[in-house]
C-alpha cells in the first residue's frame, strides 16, 4: 500500500490536473411547486358495464385425480437391463437370450 497525496505520484512529481470531457452541468435548479388538479374523473370499470358471477360451486374442484398406470397385458414378459440403468422390455424367450449375450460380449 502506498501512502502520500492524490496531487502527487509515487515518485513526488506533481500530478497534471484533468480536465473534465464532455458536457459539463451547472448546479440543478429546483422548479417552484405547481399543484395539479384533475380534469375529469377517473374511469371506472363496474359503471354500465356487464357483471360476471363468480363460480357457484366452491367444493368442486378443477382437474379430477389422476390414476396411476399399471400394464395389464400380457405381451410383456419382463424386463431386463441392457446397459447400467437402461431397463428394456422382454417379449418372448429369443430375446432375453440376445440381450444377455450382449451384456457378456
Do not use: W
Request: glycine share 8%.
Amino acid at each position: 500500500m502506498l501512502h502520500g497525496s492524490i496531487s502527487h505520484d509515487y515518485t513526488g512529481r506533481r500530478r497534471k490536473k484533468k480536465s473534465v470531457k464532455g458536457e459539463v452541468y451547472q448546479k440543478y435548479k429546483r422548479q417552484p411547486f405547481v399543484e395539479m388538479s384533475a380534469t375529469t374523473q377517473p374511469y371506472r370499470r363496474d359503471e354500465g358495464g356487464e357483471t360476471y358471477k363468480s363460480c357457484e360451486d366452491i367444493g368442486i374442484g378443477i382437474a379430477p385425480k389422476v390414476e396411476s398406470m399399471k400394464y395389464t397385458g400380457s405381451l410383456v414378459k419382463g424386463i431386463a437391463t441392457m446397459h447400467k440403468s437402461n431397463a428394456v422390455p422382454i417379449i418372448d424367450e429369443q430375446q432375453a437370450k440376445e440381450i444377455s449375450q450382449m451384456r457378456r460380449n
